[in-house]
C-alpha cells in the first residue's frame, strides 16, 4: 500500500514539474504565471530562422547559462568549484569568451522602462491576434534581452547603410515611452513595441519615400545588415499587412519587423524631411556642439502623432537661434495660437524618462540622475 | 525729473503695446490671407498660379513677422509656420502640372501629418479631393 502512495506522489511530482519551473521564472512585469509570451518566444527559438540567428549572434543562450550558473548559492563558496562550461568541454568555453557583439542597453534601464500596465490599451495575443486589455503578460529577463539585442543588430544595419542621426540613448527614450519594451500593446493609433502606424508602414514601403532604404539593406553586404535581410526579403516578395497584428507583434518574425519599421521609418523621416529642413541651420551652425542634439531632437519629435509637421515648424521657429538655444527651446512647450504644442511627443519623452529614475537603484539610478538615457547605453 | 522718467516708462509701454496690435494685426492678415486658399476654383490649371501666388505671399508676411517678433517665439508665429507647413500637400499639387501620380503623393503626405483627424487634415484632404477628381 505505502509503494502505491509511494508511486503516486511521484507521478504527480511529474505531471506539475513544468508548472512549477514555469512558474518560478521570474517575471521582471506581468503576471507571474501568465507565460503566453515566454511560449511564444520558446516557440520562436525553434521556428524562427530571424531568432536563433539573433540568439547565435549575441550568445543569448550563453547569458542564460553563465546567469543559471551564478545563481548557484554555494558555488562562490566553494574554491574548487569549475564551472559548467569548463566541465564539458574546451570548445564550450571557447564559445562563451568569443567576443560577441554587445548589447546597446543596460539590463536594469530596460527593466524600470518595463515597469508599467497600460491599462486602457490592448494587448494581442498571437499567432491568433486576441485582443483584451487584461492580458498582462509576464516579460522575463530572457525577452527584454532578446529585444535589446534585436535592437542593438537592426540600429547597427540602418546605421551602417543611411545617415541616420540617432544614438542608442534617444532609441531608449523612444521604446521607453512607446510600449516600455513591451511587444504586445496595440490600439487604432499604433502597435507594438515601437506602436507603429499604419500610415508608418506605408511610408517605409512607399516607392518615392523609404523604398530606398530597404532596397539599400537588400542590398548591403554588411554583416550588421544580415539578420534584417530576412525580413525585408520576405517583405519585399509579400508585403506585410498591417491588419495582421502579429505580422508586427509576435516574437520570431512580428517584433522584429516592428523593431526594423521603426527604425527604417526614423531614417526615411530624417533622409526626406527632417534633414533637408535643417540645411541651412547647420551650416549657420556647423562649429558648434549641439547641432547633433538639435538634429536627434527634431527627428524624435517628428516620430509622435502629428509630429512631422510640427517638428517642420519647430525647425522654421528654431533655425534663427543658435544651436544651444535650439535645443534648450525644443526641450520645452512651443504652444501655438491655436492650442497646439509643437514639441509635445519630446515633452512626453522627456517626462517618461523622469517618471523612470524613482524606479532605478543603487549605482544605475546615480548614473541615470547625472546623465539620463545616456547612463542606459553599454 | 519726475515726469520725464512718467512719460519715459509711458512711452515705452506705448511702444510695446503698439507692437503686439501691430503683430496681432499681422496675425490676423495672415489668416485672412491663408483662407483664401481654401477659395481657390477647383480648376487645376488656375489652381496652381493662384497658390503659388497665395503661398508666396503668407512666406513674406511670416518673413516679416519674425523680424518684429524680435526672437519672442509668439504664439502666433508659431501658429503661422504650423500653418504653412500644414500646406504641404498643396504645395506637392502646385508644382507643375497635376496627375494622378501627384494627386496620390498629396494625399499621402496629408495622412502622414494627420493626428486625430483634426480641422486642418479635413480641410486639406477635401481640398485635393476637389482638385483631382475636377
Known sequence: ?378 | MHQLILISIFSISLNSFASVSDLNKDYNEFQNEYNKIFNIKNDKKEFSSEFNKIEKELQLQYKNFVKKEKKKLTSEGNQMALDLEVLEPLRILAEGTITEKKCSEADFANDLNNSDNEKSYNQIKEQISLICNN
Not at chain 1, 53 to 73: F, P, T
Not at chain 1, 113 to 134: D, L, R, Y
Open chain 1, 1 to 378: 500500500m505505502s509503494s502505491k502512495i509511494y508511486v503516486f506522489f511521484i507521478v504527480l511530482y511529474f505531471i506539475f514539474l513544468p508548472f512549477s519551473v514555469r512558474a518560478s521564472v521570474q517575471c521582471l512585469s506581468g503576471e507571474p504565471g501568465n507565460n503566453h509570451l515566454i511560449e511564444q518566444f520558446e516557440n520562436a527559438k525553434k521556428t524562427s530562422g530571424i531568432t536563433k540567428a539573433i540568439i547565435k549572434k549575441y550568445g543569448l543562450d550563453q547569458i542564460q547559462e553563465i546567469q543559471s550558473e551564478s545563481e548557484c548559492s554555494s558555488c562562490e563558496l566553494n574554491k574548487n568549484y569549475i564551472p559548467k562550461a569548463s566541465r564539458n568541454n574546451l570548445q564550450q568555453i571557447k564559445k562563451i569568451t568569443e567576443k560577441k557583439p554587445e548589447l546597446i542597453f543596460k539590463e536594469a534601464c530596460i527593466n524600470s522602462a518595463g515597469q508599467f500596465e497600460a491599462v486602457t490599451t490592448g494587448e494581442v495575443k498571437c499567432p491568433g491576434g486576441e485582443i483584451s486589455k487584461e492580458f498582462n503578460f509576464c516579460m522575463t529577463e530572457e525577452i527584454y534581452n532578446y529585444e535589446n539585442a534585436v535592437i542593438s543588430d537592426f540600429y547597427n544595419c540602418v546605421k551602417k547603410v543611411t545617415n541616420f542621426p540617432l544614438m542608442p540613448e534617444d532609441l531608449f527614450e523612444l521604446y521607453s515611452l512607446e510600449s516600455g519594451f513591451k511587444p504586445h500593446y496595440a490600439y487604432s493609433g499604433g502597435m507594438g513595441i515601437g506602436q507603429l502606424t499604419s500610415i508608418y508602414v506605408a511610408d517605409a514601403l512607399a516607392e518615392y519615400r523609404g523604398r530606398n532604404i530597404i532596397t539599400n539593406i537588400k542590398k548591403s553586404l554588411n554583416k550588421e545588415c544580415s539578420i534584417a535581410k530576412q525580413i525585408i526579403d520576405d517583405d519585399l516578395v509579400s508585403p506585410p499587412q498591417f491588419s495582421d497584428k502579429c505580422a508586427f507583434i509576435q516574437i520570431g518574425e512580428g517584433v522584429e519587423r516592428n523593431i526594423l519599421y521603426t527604425l527604417m521609418e526614423l531614417a526615411n523621416i530624417w533622409e526626406k524631411d527632417i534633414s533637408p529642413k535643417m540645411t541651412k541651420f547647420n551650416k549657420n551652425n556647423s562649429d558648434k556642439e549641439n547641432v547633433k542634439k538639435a538634429q536627434r531632437l527634431s527627428l524624435i519629435n517628428a516620430y509622435g502623432p502629428g509630429g512631422r509637421k510640427a517638428t517642420l515648424a519647430a525647425i522654421r521657429r528654431l533655425s534663427i537661434f543658435s544651436s544651444e538655444e535650439f535645443v534648450e527651446k525644443f526641450n520645452k512647450p512651443i504652444k501655438t495660437k491655436k492650442g497646439k504644442n509643437l514639441t509635445t511627443y519630446i515633452n512626453k519623452i522627456n517626462e517618461k524618462q523622469d517618471d523612470l529614475l524613482p524606479i532605478l537603484e543603487g549605482k544605475e539610478k546615480k548614473e541615470f540622475e547625472k546623465n539620463g538615457a545616456k547612463s542606459c547605453i553599454n
